[in-house]
């Protein structure tokens, strides 16, 4: 079955420890991404990777890191949680990032995390 | 900067009713136009895309778009209690300089049928 998957679907932290949630796809899509969504102000986009080794920023970055080192997997790193970081994030995937292209992005079911 | 609005609602139809969802954006250079739906806790899914002026009909769902007017809108006919969620549409721009696209989301709109 095509799918992105996210583990862990729930976490509870605490401020300042580090913590990673992973992000994969079996579609061999180029294009994966990582959005927070807090109530409103909708999906906002954190990082972006086109390809392996190849990642950019969104809107929203600070206090995210990422790493695309299989085409696959793109886990979102948070060296050092905040509480502002507390929010619901999505992992999304599709086949290619062109502006022209007629991909549609396909999301996993995503992670609600707490920092306390 | 590239803006989707929509109007958050939230919005509520009798069942079987029309309920019409509305989006506007900024950037004359949007390549195409999503409409996900999320249920409440879940991720969102694609309901419709559309690229080109025009009504685009897939089964109980049309979506309308007017690029000169930088307008899109869902339509849902014969509207079922099922069909509560919010509605997220989407616009993929490209990147200044870039053959790269972005989706960029509205807040999304709540929409409640009632039996």
């Known amino acids: 079955e095509a799918q992105v998957t996210q583990n862990p679907r729930y976490l509870i932290t605490v401020t300042g420890k580090k913590l990673t949630v992973t992000c994969s796809q079996n579609m061999n899509h180029e294009y994966m991404s990582w959005y927070r969504q807090d109530p409103g102000l909708g999906l906002r986009q954190i990082y972006y990777?086109?390809?392996?080794?190849?990642?950019d920023k969104g809107d929203v970055p600070e206090g995210y890191k990422v790493s695309r080192k299989e085409k696959r997997n793109f886990p979102l790193i948070l060296e050092s949680p905040s509480p502002n970081q507390t929010s619901l994030y999505f992992c999304?995937?599709?086949?290619?990032?062109?502006?022209?292209?007629?991909?549609?992005?396909?999301f996993g079911p995503g992670t609600r995390l707490t920092v306390l | 900067q590239k803006e989707v609005e929509q109007n958050s609602g939230p919005l509520s139809v009798p069942e079987g009713a029309i309920a019409s969802l509305n989006c506007t954006y900024s950037?004359?250079?949007?390549?195409?136009f999503f409409w996900y739906r999320q249920y409440s806790g879940k991720s969102p899914e694609l309901i419709m895309f559309i690229y080109s002026n025009g009504d685009k009909e897939d089964g109980r769902f049309t979506a309308q778009l007017n690029k000169a007017s930088q307008y899109v809108s869902l339509l849902i006919r014969d509207s079922q209690p099922s069909d509560s969620a919010t509605y997220l549409c989407?616009?993929?721009?490209?990147?200044?300089?870039?053959?790269?696209?972005?989706?960029?989301f509205g807040r999304g709109t709540q929409l409640t049928v009632w039996p």
């Open positions: 989407a616009v993929r721009n490209r990147d200044r300089g870039s053959t790269l696209g972005r989706l960029y």
């Open positions: 990777s086109m390809n392996v080794e190849v990642t």
């Open positions: 999304a995937s599709s086949l290619s990032g062109l502006a022209d292209s007629t991909d549609t992005q396909y």
């Open positions: 950037d004359r250079g949007s390549q195409s």
